[in-house]
């Protein structure tokens, strides 16, 4: 396998940022710097509890023995076999030569695919379809092009990715995942900065151009990053491990830092200010000296407390500041800026349909995707389009809908006209169907309990019939406790479990969440009501609209006609 190899550029005077929405500030909330009571102070923590628990062996980042003692069943499975190996030693040509049927009769094998084969974004479905994989891709930014949209379509059928600049390398498991950024970097009219070379950057020094990157693949846990461009926050700092905030300090442009911040079966943190401050020329030092912590001190016991933000708890955010600044090149970390760009009181933009872009004659169209689900065939129609009215570019935004950028205006009309954006990929979806975001669930995604995606689209629908609602509500499903499908940050969110109906038959349900907000008033939700069974969501969500969102029962507004 040889992968897709990118020229990393040099971080320089690459930026040239919008600075001129800057009379109104956001800045951390006070209860987000809030630190566990349980912190120790810096002079608290012993030398040995900050003695790295990782040494470089034969090229890679192993667990030292005298760390062994507790670990979680994963750590042992990376200690028995280095999982990019696969990749970097072409192991996965010696695993495809096995039989199927053999793997299973080893346990090095049966890990490798069960486990290791994460680390190339390779999911076994053992529980669901024995034998098939599902696959992660990482699009720094959410950009992709026609040809490599073209080239997915083919894909499926056939197997490659790399000539045309794909890879799935490093996205999953205990890994850095995709960076994101504003999903209409360099063409919004309002943006604070174009995120995507900041992305890029982030994406090629993890991967180290896609080569693959020992240095940070053995990571306690997996880890999250952001770059913020827009006032309207569409990357959701709040729920990363870092999120790179732009800030002006002393004349200068660059970031602060906020870190911390995940979703877990057992416990959702906000993230919280390090207080600190890097130009625009650090973001990749302080990426890697705050992973080199994390990698370094990070606790490997129970899988529930080993995100980066437990650490931060254990050594306090000045101790693990402290910590982070041993590893900057120069030993060095500013403190945070008081000139946060970002305007706090910014309204956030709904990106479909027709939108002009900061380029004269040009505009942005985006398409509501039902539930992220995409067919061979729409890709190739969808990278058609983009070669005929664009410039040969997709967007793909975290609420799982998709842009076409760089329209001329002459061109806008028979762009709406395709069948396509008349039949399926709406520019104005119907309202309740603007905010629905779903997790892969458990037709693909051996981790799921329950089937979300045309689920999330039949209660929607059906709810569409018995209310009506006057803007949009964001409604996310989860098929399990991971959370992919981020439902803490939903106004309503459903989290599948199994339960049992009014006969005790067990049933497929949801723990249904309340309050999520999103943007710099962020909020994560809570449960309003446990162990739903899907058959009788239908009848609670219209009662959370009504009671909570203004929503209107459609034979009371129709009796008032």
């Not at 458990?442 to 689209?457: D, H, S, V």
Request: with cysteine.
């Amino acid at each position: 396998m040889s992968l897709f190899s990118v020229k990393l550029i040099t971080p320089t005077s690459f930026l040239n940022p919008t600075t001129d929405l800057r009379s109104t500030k956001v800045y951390a909330n006070a209860q987000q710097t809030a630190i566990q009571t349980h912190a120790q102070s810096p002079e608290e923590i012993t030398g040995d509890r900050l003695e790295p628990r990782v040494e470089k062996n034969g090229g890679y980042f192993v667990l030292k023995e005298k760390f062994r003692e507790g670990i979680n069943p994963h750590e042992k499975v990376k200690i028995a076999n280095e999982p990019m190996k696969l990749f970097m030693e072409n192991g996965i040509e010696d695993l495809a030569k096995i039989p199927f049927e053999e793997i299973d009769k080893v346990k090095d094998t049966k890990d490798d695919v069960d486990v290791r084969l994460k680390w190339l974004g390779l999911f076994h479905r053992r529980k669901h379809q024995y034998g098939r994989f599902m696959m992660r891709l990482k699009l720094p930014n959410g950009v992709t092009t026609s040809a490599q949209t073209r080239y997915l379509a083919s894909v499926i059928k056939q197997y490659g990715l790399d000539e045309v600049g794909l890879t799935s390398l490093q996205s999953g498991m205990d890994n850095v995942r995709n960076p994101v950024g504003n999903p209409i970097a360099g063409i919004d009219p309002y943006e604070i900065v174009d995120t995507r070379p900041y992305t890029n950057l982030l994406s090629h020094f993890i991967t180290a151009n896609s080569q693959g990157n020992p240095k940070f693949t053995n990571l306690p846990r997996k880890w999250n990053v952001c770059v913020i461009g827009s006032h309207d926050l569409y990357e959701h700092p709040h729920i990363n491990d870092l999120a790179y905030m732009p800030a002006i300090k002393d004349g200068r442009f660059g970031f602060n830092l906020l870190v911390g911040g995940f979703f877990s079966p057992k416990r959702c943190a906000e993230a919280i200010p390090l207080d600190a401050w890097v130009p625009a020329e650090d973001v990749i030092s302080v990426c890697g000296a705050i992973l080199e912590t994390y990698r370094d001190l990070g606790t490997r016991g129970n899988r529930q407390k080993t995100r980066m933000m437990w650490l931060i708890d254990e050594l306090g955010v000045e101790g693990f500041r402290m910590e982070v600044v041993k590893r900057m090149p120069r030993q060095a970390l500013e403190r945070a800026s008081p000139e946060d760009l970002v305007d706090k009181k910014w309204e956030r933009r709904d990106l479909f349909g027709v939108h002009p872009q900061k380029q004269e004659g040009l505009n942005f169209v985006g398409l509501h995707i039902p539930v992220g689900r995409v067919q061979a065939d729409d890709m190739d129609q969808l990278a058609r389009l983009a070669d005929e009215y664009g410039s040969g570019e997709l967007r793909l935004t975290v609420e799982q809908n998709i842009i076409i950028p760089n329209v001329q205006n002459s061109k806008v009309k028979a762009l709406l006209d395709e069948p396509l954006l008349k039949e399926k990929f709406l520019p104005e979806p119907p309202i309740l169907m603007k905010g629905l975001v779903a997790c892969t669930g458990n037709q693909f995604c051996g981790q799921a309990i329950i089937e979300t995606k045309a689920r999330a689209l039949k209660v929607t629908e059906e709810v569409e019939r018995l209310v009506s609602v006057t803007r949009p509500v964001r409604m996310h499903w989860t098929g399990c406790p991971n959370t992919c499908g981020q439902v803490q940050v939903a106004d309503i969110g459903f989290m599948g479990c199994m339960t049992r109906d009014e006969n005790g038959k067990v049933v497929e349900g949801a723990d249904v969440f309340l309050g999520g907000r999103i943007g710099s008033d962020s909020h994560l939700g809570d449960i309003y009501r446990k162990s739903v069974p899907c058959k009788d969501l239908v009848p609670l969500v219209v009662d959370i609209l009504v009671d909570k969102f203004g929503a209107v029962r459609r034979e009371r507004e129709e009796g008032e006609e």
